[in-house]
Antibody, heavy 122, light 107 residues
Framework: QVQLVESGGDVVLPERSLRLSCVAS????????MHWVRQAPGKGLEWVAF????????HYADSVQGRFSVSRDNSKSALYLQMSSLRAEDTAVYYC???????????????WGQGTLVTVSS | DIHMTQTPSSLSASVGDRVTITCQAS??????LNWYQQKPGEAPNLLIS???DLETGVPSRFSGRGFGTTFTLTITSLQPEDSATYFC?????????FGPGTKVHVK
């Protein structure tokens, strides 16, 4: 079954860190670039981060640049988002999403996980 | 950054109606525009890529068009299962950005 499953969401204090994981199955994970997209409660979608299939190139939204880091382990079909210096405005459901066009390009998100909720609150 | 806007922010229409949602980009993005449908409690689902390419499995009542800065998503013969929020998204350049969404209610 082709799917993405996120985990790691939690309630955390401001300025703390958290790592999200996304495990892929049913397709050749190492052939695809991947994204993280988030959605604050009741709000729209915000693209967060992107990583090439081989992990050699990354892009970030300005709102998370310098605080979040995306990585992957192709041997485990896993994508990660290391989040630090968390703020209340980072509260959201975080989705991992597959890039449809392959390993080193960006076009659209053709496969999404179910999301994992991160709540930043004191 | 490329700013995306959508109109209307919400609409209510009857089964069988034709509905059009407009998405505008703050600068020309050629045809690098995607449309997603999101139902409550679910992840978004890709409907249309590159302005007009219908994804496999998406009903043919959905169509998209546009180029440059103005794009439209049209649903002909609206169905009850089309109740959802629709988002446009540009992939012309980073940071990738989404429109704020259009909530469609089917009467």
């Amino acid at each position: 079954q082709v799917q993405l499953v996120e985990s790691g969401g939690d309630v955390v204090l401001p300025e703390r860190s958290l790592r999200l994981s996304c495990v892929a199955s049913g397709f050749s994970f190492s052939s695809y670039a991947m994204h993280w997209v988030r959605q604050a409660p009741g709000k729209g979608l915000e693209w967060v981060a992107f990583i090439w299939s081989d992990g050699t190139n990354e892009h970030y939204a300005d709102s998370v640049q310098g605080r979040f880091s995306v990585s992957r382990d192709n041997s485990k079909s896993a994508l990660y988002l290391q989040m630090s210096s968390l703020r209340a405005e980072d509260t959201a459901v975080y989705y991992c999403a597959r890039e449809s066009c392959g390993g080193d390009c960006y076009q659209d998100f053709d496969l999404w996980g179910q999301g994992t909720l991160v709540t930043v609150s004191s | 950054d490329i700013h995306m806007t959508q109109t209307p922010s919400s609409l209510s229409a009857s089964v069988g109606d034709r509905v059009t949602i407009t998405c505008q980009a703050s600068q020309a993005i050629a045809s690098f525009l995607n449309w997603y449908q999101q139902k409550p409690g679910e992840a978004p689902n890709l409907l249309i890529s590159d302005a007009s390419d219908l994804e496999t499995g998406v009903p043919s009542r959905f169509s998209g068009r546009g180029f440059g800065t103005t794009f439209t998503l049209t649903i002909t013969s609206l169905q009850p299962e089309d109740s959802a929020t629709y988002f446009c998204q540009q992939h012309y350049k980073f940071p990738l950005t989404f429109g704020p969404g259009t909530k469609v209610h089917v009467k």
